[in-house]
């Protein structure tokens, strides 16, 4: 008996040390720092400090901290663009993956090699080649322009169009991989008995196609929602920093208010409120796949 | 009186991954009367699968027609056709319940709610699956499956039900159960199986007719009897059953009885009518339609199965040409290998094919 | 200098190979904000091989330094960051000012006030930050006020730094506030002035200079060093407003925790040098407190009142210093005007 859990140990130690170190240790120390004091000159002072919180949930002492509605009105709207990005992505990779799963095998590799090809490169470097694309003098413009389509340049840099295209261009291929895995996976002799029963094209794809693919469309929608609301680079970059995201604000608390405390407190609430609403998300979906 | 569905001259083709051409059917006429149990066999490969898939819409036809009740299909998607399907791999939705599986039809006909459940507890009970209709498909047996697929097909009440080698994935004793419960419940509902198949014993036990299909044409068209008995070629004799094969040369005639010789040298008595000294033709014998007896065909076993109620022999002629098989009863003299026995037959049990 | 491409190490590899190596040096600066010339003579003299990594910000360098990164040797904070360095014990004293070369640094730029008398770090380099702008555009340009105007008058684009402090500071200075005040009320009032402005503002962003010189905006708001980029263009031009500018300077420090001291003090001897001083400038169009290096610059940088800044303009120019916890005012305002519709 001893013996066995020693062997236990020895078999899982290597497993929680993993997880503990890079997971846990890091989202304690997370949660350590935001209810601490910030040092005048960043880092933090080891007493317990809970306005951190009180300056975005509506309680503070009004002289040193100040409660604004303005930081939970920011989270609300990271979230919205983030639920938007997820829903473009959705809408463009589910008939692309569609179709792919229907290419004969040699095509079908070649389109997944190129989906993953912007890995190859730095975020950065690519979002460069976007504000390239977009600026008014850009690429998109010039073709425009050429053919006539269009008499001035199209405004699209710096405008929250070009930061929802940016973010989804970035998360496409988050989106679109585990949900090319559940298309792929699709059994095709259930979508031809859904058929066969009189069931149209449209019932088909809601009663049979969307339900079998929903672990897919899950898995892509919390792979491109954490990101996104987190995001602050694109924003940055091709919304020319007039709007203010979440991401923006945790990585100002770092970088130019030298409050790490409050950067912790942000990224914590974050967190909370990314897995609250992915929870309800999830536990909706699998109940109404359950019910007629 | 016309036929329920009737298919004329389907053709239809497919591109080889080598860019050739391969016709899947090749000018195919059938027709399935209304309350018939017809079985397409063949082997893998022969479109038998392809025309019911025509049937169902699944396949388009290149050429042809499919009429169903004197109405033409053919331009119908798979959801307009008053037919419905048993798919090989019974293809339930895994993300429902039994019931609903069964209920399907019905739901995306938007059927009350009260007709509805009624209609499927009636077919949950049809196929005995009755207070099952709780669970999930993953949490049934395979012989559970199938009949949940079943229910599922009839509750529409189609004029037609298609079933794809719906018993393939069964062992072999729920394979026979079920052969005669899809017989039964076809006599039961009134309604017209095409059933598809490359087992030759579930097309003897189910069927009406037998449509025997080759290279995406029908060999033969009959009753299992017919098929077996009367095969109109080498090939639905050798698909169908065991069979020996006499390629011979008529010798001569004695009355109602003619003597033929095989170019080995065994020498068969086969039914006169018709034949000519020096025609060449093959006969066919059943290892049913042979017995040991004192004088015959004479020959030494090679091999004997022993199968309980029979026992099978191979015997190689002693005048040469390859063995015969024998299927006989008569276990009261067990040969052992290398025993020299004689076979013998009624000629009227023998079938002539006119090819040599 | 603030780059999102931040973080790409730049090896300066030695040419001459291991055989010559004397040890290594770490930099740890600004992004572009050294002439690669004056690592590779440094190299060339010492056989002492360089690498360098960049930051976009006084407060990321601080928060790497802070968090435990080690390795680097000399880092470039600005004047109120060296002060915080030194208040948090960060640096290391140098004596710098004991070498015989120290005699060509201009007094007036040891202003770092923990460290008047330069024991530790060496001032590096300064400069301002104005207004470039595309006269053919904007037609002349002199204060923030005509900067702002530009997007109604002209249908031009105008940006400002994505730099929290830098953007306030224009508020600040058209009220005639210091840049570093601490009142709330000014703070307030600064708010509410860039607020006014935020409309014509096409981006807040550091990659003004390619955008300026494609045509797509007209204006921006930048660093003085981006006079690099428009040397063949005389319609775009420089300007320090009327209402003020701020300017920077960054000094030469060596970390507490640098694992190659004595290599560090090496690159800063070097650094006193006139020629090695005037190398960087040519390139960096920065002012240099080396006094001789500045009769070494190249005539278009000595000659521009602009970049090489005298009397009544220098008096127009406002350095930032440390604000303590007064920092706080300015996260707020800042956030108020990153979401303001």
């Known amino acids: 008996m001893r013996r066995q859990s020693v062997i236990l140990g020895l078999l899982l130690g290597p497993v929680t040390l993993f997880l503990g170190v890079f997971f846990l240790l890091p989202l304690l120390i997370i949660a350590l720092f935001s209810v601490l004091t910030p040092g005048l000159y960043g880092g933090v002072e080891w007493a317990f400090y809970h306005w951190n919180y009180g300056r975005v949930f509506g309680w503070a002492d009004g002289i040193t901290e100040i409660y604004e509605p303005v930081y939970l009105s920011i989270l609300f709207r990271s979230l919205g663009f983030a639920a938007m990005t997820v829903g473009i992505c959705l809408l463009l990779c589910y008939p692309v993956a569609f179709w792919v799963s229907r290419l004969p095998q040699r095509w079908r590799l070649v389109f997944l090699f190129l989906i993953t090809l912007p890995f190859f490169s730095s975020l950065i470097v690519r979002l460069y080649a976007w504000l390239l694309i977009l600026k008014p003098s850009g690429l998109l413009n010039g073709v425009l322009m050429a053919t006539g389509l269009v008499e001035a340049p199209l405004e699209i840099l710096y405008t929250p169009a070009a930061v929802v295209l940016g973010m989804v261009y970035v998360m496409i291929p988050f989106m679109f991989l585990p949900l090319y895995g559940a298309i792929d996976n699709l059994d095709r002799a259930q979508v031809e008995a859904s058929l066969d029963l ?17 672990p897919g469309i899950m898995g892509g929608a919390v792979i491109v929602f954490i990101p996104s609301v987190g ?9 020319g920093a007039k709007g203010l995201m979440i991401g923006n604000l945790v990585e100002q608390q770092f970088l130019s208010a030298r409050n790490w405390p409050f950067g912790a ?6 967190m909370s409120v990314v897995l609250v609403v992915l929870l309800t998300a999830v536990t909706r979906a699998r109940k109404r796949s359950d019910t007629r | 009186m016309t036929a329920l569905l009737e298919i004329r001259g389907a053709r239809r083709e497919f591109v080889t991954p080598e860019g050739g051409r391969l016709a899947a059917l090749d000018g195919v006429d059938l027709d399935v009367g209304a309350n018939e149990f017809v079985t397409l066999l063949g082997p893998s490969g022969c479109g038998k699968t392809t025309l019911l898939r025509a049937v169902s819409g699944f396949e388009t036809l290149d050429g042809g027609t499919i009429r169903l009740d004197g109405a033409d299909i053919a331009a119908l998607p798979p959801f307009r056709r008053p037919v419905n399907t048993v798919f090989q791999s019974y293809a339930l939705f895994g993300h429902m319940t039994v019931a609903r599986n069964v209920g399907y039809a019905l739901e995306v006909q938007g059927v009350p709610r009260a007709t509805y459940e009624a209609e499927v507890a009636a077919a949950l009970e049809k196929v005995g699956l009755s207070g099952l209709g709780g669970r999930k498909p993953s949490q049934l047996s395979g012989g559970q499956r199938q009949r949940v697929a079943l229910a599922r097909a009839i509750i529409a009440k189609p004029r037609l039900l298609l079933l794809d080698e719906p018993l393939s994935a069964l062992d072999r004793n729920l394979r026979q159960q079920m052969q005669i419960e899809l017989k039964a419940l076809q006599h039961r509902l009134g309604i017209a199986f095409v059933f598809v198949t490359h087992d030759q014993e579930e097309a003897l036990t189910m069927s009406d007719r037998i449509v025997v299909m080759r290279a995406g044409r029908i060999e033969q068209i009959g009753t299992p009897r017919d098929i077996y008995r009367q095969p109109k070629n ?7 059953g065991e069979t020996n094969l006499f390629p011979v040369l008529v010798e001569r005639i004695e009355g109602a009885t003619a003597l033929a010789r095989t170019d080995a040298g065994v020498v068969l008595a086969i039914p006169a009518e018709g034949r000519r000294a020096g025609e060449r033709v093959t006969a066919i ?5 042979l017995a040991l007896a004192g004088e015959g065909i004479r020959g030494t076993v090679t091999r004997a199965v022993y199968l309980g109620a029979d026992l099978h022999l191979f015997v190689q002629p002693a005048a040469g040409g390859p063995e015969i098989s024998v299927t006989t009863r008569d276990v009261a003299s067990l040969p052992a290998t290398g025993e020299t026995v004689h076979l013998a037959h009624d000629p009227a049990r023998v079938h002539l094919l006119a090819e040599a | 200098m603030k780059m ?4 790409v190490a730049v090896a300066f590899s030695l040419v001459a190979g291991s055989a010559l190596a004397e040890g290594t040096l770490s930099l740890y600066n600004w992004g572009d904000y050294i002439n690669p010339e004056v690592l590779t003579k440094f190299t060339e003299e010492t056989g002492i091989a360089v690498t360098l990594d960049t930051y976009s910000s006084n407060e990321e360098m601080l928060a790497k330094i802070q968090a435990g990164a080690t390795g680097y040797d000399i880092v470039f904070p600005s004047v109120h960051m060296n002060d915080i360095m ?8 140098t004596g710098i000012n004991q070498h015989p070369d120290f005699k060509n640094i201009d007094p007036a730029f040891l202003r770092a006030k923990e460290d008047p008398e330069s024991e530790y770090c060496l001032p590096y380099a300064w400069g301002t930050v104005g207004v470039f702008y595309n006269e053919t555009v904007t037609g002349p340009v002199a204060s923030w006020e005509d900067f702002f105007a530009i997007p109604e008058k002209t249908g031009g684009k105008i940006t400002l730094l994505d730099d929290m402090r830098e953007v306030l500071a224009i508020g600040l200075m058209a009220n005639g506030k210091s840049v570093n005040s601490a009142e709330p009320a000014d703070v307030q009032a600064a708010t509410d002035y860039i607020l006014s402005k935020k409309a014509a503002v096409s981006a807040f962003t550091y990659e003004s200079m390619a955008m300026l010189s494609s045509g797509d905006i007209a204006a921006a708001h930048f660093f003085v060093g981006g006079n690099v980029f428009f040397t063949e263009t005389p319609n775009v031009k420089y300007v320090i407003p009327t209402e003020g500018a701020t300017m920077y300077q960054e000094n030469i420090c060596v970390l507490a925790s640098a694992p190659n001291k004595e290599n560090a003090k090496k690159f800063m001897e070097f650094y006193l040098k006139p020629e090695i001083a005037a190398l960087n400038v040519a390139q960096q169009f920065n002012g240099t407190p080396n006094v001789p290096a500045n009769d070494l610059t190249p005539d278009f940088i000595k000659s521009n009142p602009n970049i090489n800044v005298q009397g009544d303009t220098m008096a127009r120019l406002q350095i930032f210093e440390d604000i303590g916890a007064a920092l706080k005012l300015y996260d707020r305002a800042w956030n108020t005007v990153r979401t303001a519709q």
């Open chain 1, 198 to 214: 009189g069931a149209t094209r449209v019932q088909t794809f809601v009663k049979v196609m969307l339900p079998q693919t929903l």
């Open chain 1, 231 to 239: 995001n602050f680079i694109v924003p940055d970059v091709l919304g």
């Open chain 1, 265 to 270: 407190a942000l990224s914590m609430i974050i």
């Open chain 2, 234 to 240: 080498r090939f639905v004799a050798e698909f169908i």
């Open chain 2, 285 to 289: 014998l059943r290892p049913t339609d």
């Open chain 3, 4 to 7: 999102h491409s931040a973080c």
């Open chain 3, 86 to 93: 030194l208040k948090l014990g960060l640096l290391e004293k």
